[in-house]
């Protein structure tokens, strides 16, 4: 079974520029998650899907950060216009939601995004 | 409000010796407490989970983790370290069992194992 894939794994854009980082989860899995790692700091949250519903948004940045999730499926993460504080790397996770495997998330390898 | 300290940002150990990971938390309520590894170029990847069963809770490539209540600690641990086990280490807490819960992480621990 494929894991979470994120795509590109690497995007350097320049100040002003917009960005679309996208994520497939796992197949079957109703949670997705999007977290974003500022080199130096800690991963932080930035939002999480249900389906095609977002069910936490307190983590966006500010409203250059817009999160689709269209048909429940893969989602994407688009920031425009890019700043340098943008920088990171970018990581998805997906969830099951239902018990065994409920609360664990599974994290794709990061895209990691460089404003220049 | 929960959050995550992990003491040392660079843990370097001699191959077979012991592993200690420390990672303290704080949570107003019962947590659920997570360690996560990230290879290079890897995404995070689950070593243990303590969801309120076992205190002592195994993981896979022969970590465990303990937690203790009344230190609000979830150290990691592993006997006996090896040249595979260097990678970057992330503790975390999310407040709920079930599903949908977003996790808040520790700043990572990136362990550097000598030959």
């Known amino acids: 079974e494929a894991g979470v894939t994120q795509f590109p794994s690497h995007s350097v854009i320049e100040k002003g520029q917009t960005v679309t980082l996208r994520c497939d989860p796992i197949?079957?899995?109703?949670?997705l998650y999007w977290y974003r790692r500022v080199m130096g700091k800690e991963i932080k949250f930035l939002l999480h899907?249900?389906?095609?519903?977002?069910?936490?948004e307190s983590g966006m940045p500010n409203n250059r950060f817009l999160a689709e999730r269209t048909g429940g499926t893969y989602s994407t993460l688009k920031v425009q216009p890019a700043e340098l504080e943008d920088s990171g790397v970018y990581f998805c996770?997906?969830?099951?939601?239902?018990?065994?495997?409920?609360?664990?998330?599974?994290f794709g390898p990061g895209t990691r995004l460089t404003v220049l | 409000a929960q959050s995550v300290t992990q003491l040392g940002s660079h843990v370097s150990v001699s191959e077979g010796a012991l592993v200690l990971l420390r990672c303290n938390y704080s949570?107003?309520?019962?947590?659920?407490l997570f360690w996560y590894v990230q290879y290079p170029n890897q995404g995070l990847q689950l070593l243990l989970k303590?969801?309120?069963?076992?205190?002592l809770v195994k993981g896979i490539n022969g970590f465990e983790a303990e937690f203790k209540k009344s230190e609000t600690s979830f150290h990691l641990t592993k006997p006996s370290a090896h040249m595979s086990d260097a990678a970057e280490y992330f503790c975390?807490?999310?407040?709920?069992?079930?599903?949908?819960?977003?996790?808040?992480f520790g700043g990572g621990t990136r362990v550097l194992v000598k030959p």
């Open positions: 975390a807490v999310s407040r709920l069992k079930a599903a949908g819960n977003k996790l808040t």
């Open positions: 996770a997906s969830s099951p939601g239902t018990l065994p495997l409920g609360n664990e998330q599974f």
């Open positions: 949570s107003s309520v019962p947590p659920y």
């Open positions: 197949s079957g899995h109703d949670n």
């Open positions: 899907f249900v389906k095609e519903s977002k069910q936490d």
């Open positions: 303590y969801t309120s069963a076992a205190t």
